[in-house]
C-alpha cells in the first residue's frame, strides 16, 4: 500500500506543479520544467506501480532495474549503437537525404521528372519496412550495409516530396523580379528559391531523422551480425531479458530525440528570418 500511496501522491504533486507552471509567464525555464517535471512523474509513478503491484521484471521491469542494467551493459550497448546508429541509420540518412536534395533540383528543372517520379515516390513511400527489409538484406548482405539501404529507401521520397515543394514556394513577383535583374535559373535557384525552401527541407530532414533510426532497427530484425539494436532486442525478447530490452529502447529515445532536437537547432539558426521562427525564443 505504500507504494501504491507514493504514485498517487506523485500523481497530484506533478499535476500541481505543472498546473502552477502552465499559470506563469512562458520563459525557457518554464518551457523546461513542465516536460522534465512530466518526465519524472511518469518514472516514479512506474516505479512505484510496478513494485506495489509486485508485477513480474518480465513483463515490466522497474526503472532502477532498467538504470542499473544500463550502467552494467554499457560496452554492450555502445556497441549496438555504432553499429546501428553511426554505421546504419546515419550513413543512410546522409546518403538518402543527399541523393533526394540532388533528385529535388533534377525534378524542379525538368517538368517530366516531376510527373513521372513524384507518383512512383508516393507508391514507394507507402511499402510497408517489414516486405522491403527482408529483401534488401538479402541483396546487401547481414551487415549494416543492408541496414542503411533500407534507410535510405525510407528517407528518400519523404525528402524528395519536402525539398520539391519547398522549391515552388516562390510566387510570380518574386521570381519576375529576379528576372528584371537578368538571373539565370541557377542564380534564382541559390539567391531565391533555395533559402524560400529552407524550412521544407528542415521538415524533410526532421521527418527522416525519424524514420532513419527506425528502419536501421527494424532492418535488424531479418538479419544482423551479433550486434545492433535490432538484434539485441529480438534476443532479448527471446531471453525474457526485458530490462537489457528496455535499456536499448532508452538510447534509441535518447539518440532520437538528440538528432531531431540537433536539426531543429540548426534550422532555428538558418531560417530564424522566417515567419514559422518568429515568436520562439
Known sequence: MAWLALALAVWIGGWWLNHVLSH?????????????????????????????????????PPPTQIAATFADKTHILWQDFVQTVIKGALTGYVLGCGAAFVMAI???????????????????AALPIIGMAPILVMWFGFDWQSKAAV?????????????????????????????????????????????AALPFIFNGLKIASTLALIGAIVAEFFGSPIKGMGFRISTSVGQLALDLVWAEIVVAAIV???FYGGIALLEKALTFWHPSQRGRS
Do not use: C, H
Open 256 to 258: 532520437g530525440s538528440a
Open 106 to 124: 533534377a525534378v524542379d528543372r525538368f517538368d517530366f521528372l516531376k510527373r513521372g517520379l513524384l507518383p512512383v515516390g508516393n507508391f514507394v
Open 151 to 195: 534507410v535510405v529507401v525510407m528517407v528518400f521520397f519523404p525528402m524528395l516530396v519536402n525539398t520539391v515543394e519547398g522549391l515552388s514556394d516562390t510566387d510570380a513577383m518574386q521570381r519576375d523580379l529576379m528576372r528584371t535583374y537578368a538571373a539565370g535559373y541557377w542564380k534564382t535557384l541559390l539567391k531565391l528559391r533555395l533559402p
Open 24 to 60: 506563469r509567464p512562458k520563459t525557457r525555464v518554464t518551457r523546461l520544467a513542465v516536460p522534465v517535471i512530466f518526465g519524472l512523474t511518469i518514472v516514479i509513478i512506474w516505479e512505484a506501480l510496478v513494485r506495489g503491484l509486485e508485477i513480474s521484471p518480465v513483463l515490466l
